[in-house]
């Protein structure tokens, strides 16, 4: 039988908001899996009820066949049998004890050791966490929260106290030290590099309900619906109808335009309002329309605004609707893209994905 994380439950908090999720993770394929969403989804509160620390108002959580939480049958483990090793926010190190001794105070013999080794931190062993840097800190919280030999590492925004510099090259030292530790984990963020970077699967939760979960580069090409679209950075989420459909391509039509894309087969026709999902970086800018193009979709229009972001640009453009373009800042200085220079938006119907609208409430939900 596979080994399962399974977790349909509800929660309703004293603010009145409610965690009613349906959570089903294949451990056997994923040994990382993101819990993704916007602040205030529910993440953290999630988190807690795999952890044991809050209690379910219903439903069943249970992990490799063995019941966690069972409200019909009474079944409520505390985390000390859940063997759920939770790392917070803040890594909760004791100030008053060495890396050596944060790390063994939960440690079968020997154990502390070879983590203080893996994670390259014997050097820092006598150190107190005031005396070391955040990156460090965090190897160590995450090294004490193995020690105990966890059967599921439970990571809430683990990169959070990080300044930016830190966190961005953290994100794949993180994901070694996930692989090196061998232990299925959660890791909740909202942050999409952190989610790209750390991640096999992701589960996205939209007030407080599981909206769509997978492996995440599907997630983010293959979004379900419109408001997820947006939750994993989707910039264009375009209202659609649906004109015809011939030989496995879906015209649209958006705004006064018409795109194209593949034909899934996931919306059919006279389902309703649809949405056009496209990915800003897949949006080409050209000053002249190609006469040779394998892209499907040549859309003219005019430059609204261009935003410099690093070694990016963004550029805002209207195109009989509002697209949003990411291109090299390289490619906007050759191109010498001004507000009202007339462009050619070049898209491929490979990139242009189309979901149905964002159904409200939608999502299982627990007997009341």
């Not at 079968?108 to 070879?114: M, V």
């Not at 890791?187 to 970077?197: S, W």
């Amino acid at each position: 039988m596979a080994s399962e994380l399974i977790c349909r439950c509800r929660k309703r908090l004293r603010s009145g908001f409610e965690v009613d999720a349906d959570l089903r993770i294949p451990l056997d394929e994923s040994l990382v899996t993101v819990l993704f969403g916007p602040s205030g989804s529910g993440k953290t509160t999630l988190l807690r009820l795999l952890a044991g620390l809050d209690r379910p108002d219903a439903g069943a959580i249970s992990f490799h066949d063995r019941d966690w939480f069972d409200s019909l049958r009474g079944i409520n483990l505390p985390p000390q049998q859940r063997r759920a090793a939770f790392l917070f926010q803040d890594y909760a190190l004791f100030p008053h004890l060495s890396v050596a001794a944060n790390v063994a105070f939960a440690a079968r013999p020997g154990k502390g050791r070879e983590l203080l080794k893996a994670f390259g931190l014997a050097s820092l062993a006598r150190r107190r966490p005031n005396a070391i840097s955040g990156g460090q800190q965090q190897r160590v919280a995450l090294a004490r929260a193995l020690a105990s030999d966890p059967g599921l590492l439970l990571l809430d925004e683990p990169l959070s106290a990080l300044d930016a510099p830190t966190r961005s090259w953290m994100r794949y030292e993180l994901r070694r030290m996930l692989l090196t530790g061998g232990v299925p984990a959660i890791v909740v963020t909202h942050d999409r590099m952190e989610a790209v970077a750390l991640g096999d699967w992701m589960a996205v939760i939209v007030e407080g309900r599981i909206r769509q979960l997978g492996p995440i580069q599907d997630v983010f090409r293959h979004p379900a619906d419109a408001e997820v679209a947006e939750s994993v950075g989707v910039e264009n989420v375009l209202p659609a109808a649906i004109v015809s459909r011939d030989g496995g391509l879906v015209t649209l039509q958006v705004g006064t335009s018409h795109l194209q894309c593949v034909d899934s087969g996931g919306v059919p026709s006279g389902s309703g309002p649809v949405f056009a999902c496209i990915r800003a970086e897949d949006v080409t800018l050209t000053r002249e329309l190609p006469q040779t193009s394998s892209a499907r979709n040549r859309i003219p229009g005019r430059v609204r605004s261009v935003i410099l972001e690093g070694p990016l640009a963004r550029v805002e453009l209207d195109c009989g609707f509002p697209l949003v373009a990411v291109i090299t800042a390289q490619s906007a200085g050759e191109l010498q893209l001004q507000p009202g220079d007339a462009v050619s938006a070049i898209i491929k119907a490979t990139s242009v994905h189309l979901t149905a609208a964002t159904v409200s409430g939608s999502g299982p939900s627990l007997p009341r």
